[in-house]
């Protein structure tokens, strides 16, 4: 399927935080995919890895990678059983970006780990449950490369003045992975790892692609509070991908149909008031108003991933469409007649982005040279992509980006 969107449309998206329709229904929005955990054992990380199907049930993910990285850089690596179980030792409180990979599977989000001496953590579960997008990791990461920011300064995230009270009602929830439509469509919102206090950061800005069968189905550049919304997106099972300067994320989700939603949801207590329950794989089963999760930290996110980097080129079918331009099918990336990347104006895109060789983080996406996060991309940087979404500009005031309007269409 060929697919270029114009860049003008996909900024032109906005959205509205999903509210209950009925004044009658309480929708307690939560993390879509469980990112804090309390562990049983100190110092031991435990969870499953699964991938969410239909009606609200899943499956298991067996033999698959998992990576947790801190923001010193030191990995971690284990992996899941028959029953998709993991377990990580050496594990201390802190913020961690975690990685899973295998045949058809691959995740990526923010881990937050608390210990019992921190208030509250008796809220917060004693495993984590991540769940897969059905994607093989060698069909996007090119395009996870591709939309590394530039150079730039580590992510400050940070669990160490979290209110875990306060932010229990946005973090903790029972483990679903169901969004409702929302209008015939999809809302969504990604946040930075970390907490402040009781709230979380937004992720404004960022790339979100929405993926349905290997294929991308739509694309937007998140609003600056970190929402983002999809229109005309029909129940099934879809995954996000997340990735901008705020961080890379990637999980798989259930869509349901708004009526099949309100109808499983409603529950009405002895009072007569009716609010909305959650529980994955319950028979009343539940869903969250939007899709939310927490994007692993750069670099962090980087390392984490580094373990499953594979070399060989994609090859994918190229059309000509103007100017000497050429469109590669699949994910609608943009490439010159000579297969270099290039912007949604036909500029040549720089090989930026988190390098290995010498340096913090060493080892990393990119082709040689530079510390910290020098280098380019490689050879690797023109393979196939998820598409041109957002340009990047430095802000005068703080290290944000934002993407500059076009001057023109690629395609007419």
């Known amino acids: 399927m060929k697919r270029f969107a ?13 509210v209950a329709q009925d004044s009658n229904v309480k929708l307690n929005d939560h993390l879509t995919v469980p990112q804090w955990v309390n562990p049983a054992v100190a110092g031991e990380l435990t969870g499953r890895l699964i991938l969410p199907s239909t009606d609200g049930s899943s499956e298991t993910i067996a033999d698959a990678t998992i990576v947790l990285t801190d923001a010193s850089g030191k990995t971690l690596r284990s992996k899941s059983n028959e029953e998709g179980d993991f377990t990580f030792t050496g594990v201390a409180p802190g913020v961690y970006a975690l990685s899973a990979r295998a045949d058809g599977a691959f995740a990526c989000c923010a881990m937050h780990v608390v210990s019992d001496d921190m208030a509250s953590s008796e809220m917060y579960p004693k495993t984590a449950e991540i769940a897969a997008a059905g994607i093989d990791y060698s069909i996007i990461k090119s395009s996870i490369i591709r939309y590394l920011p530039p150079a730039g300064k580590d992510s400050l995230t940070s669990i ?9 009602s946005q973090v903790v929830g029972e483990n679903l992975f169901r969004v409702a439509q929302s209008n015939g469509g999809m809302k969504g919102r990604i946040h930075m790892a970390g907490a402040e206090g009781r709230s979380l950061t937004d992720a404004g800005l ?15 550049v998140s609003n600056r509070d970190g929402s983002f919304e999809f229109a005309g997106v029909e129940p099934g099972e879809y995954s996000i991908l997340a990735i901008g300067l705020s961080g890379l994320g990637m999980a798989g989700f ?4 708004e009526a099949t939603a309100n109808a499983e949801t409603a529950l009405t207590n002895a009072n007569g008031e009716t609010f909305v329950g959650f529980g994955h ?14 994007v692993a930290p750069l670099p962090m996110a980087i390392e984490a991933c580094n373990e499953v980097v594979i070399s060989e080129s994609i090859v994918v079918e190229e059309t000509i469409v103007d100017d000497g331009m050429i469109v590669e099918d699949g994910f609608g990336t943009a490439v010159d007649a000579f297969g270099n990347p290039v912007d949604a104006f036909g500029n040549p895109i720089g090989g930026g982005g988190f390098a290995g060789g010498g340096g913090s983080y060493g080892g990393g996406f990119g082709g040689g040279g530079g510390g910290g996060f020098g280098g380019g991309l490689g050879g690797i940087a023109s393979l196939a992509g998820l598409g041109i979404i957002a340009a990047s500009l430095d802000d005068d005031d703080n290290d944000n980006v934002f993407p500059p309007q076009p001057a023109s269409p690629i395609v007419p």
């Not at 960022?206 to 937007?220: M, P, Q, S, W």
């Open 6 to 18: 114009a860049f003008a449309g996909m900024l032109a998206m906005t959205m509205t935080i999903a």
């Open 160 to 168: 160490a003045n979290a209110d875990l009270k306060g932010i229990s």
């Open 206 to 220: 960022l790339n979100i692609f929405l993926i349905h069968d290997g294929e991308t189905v739509d694309r937007v």
């Open 254 to 257: 259930e869509l349901v149909d």
């Open 281 to 294: 794989n319950n028979a009343c089963c539940c869903c969250c108003p939007q899709f939310s999760m927490q």
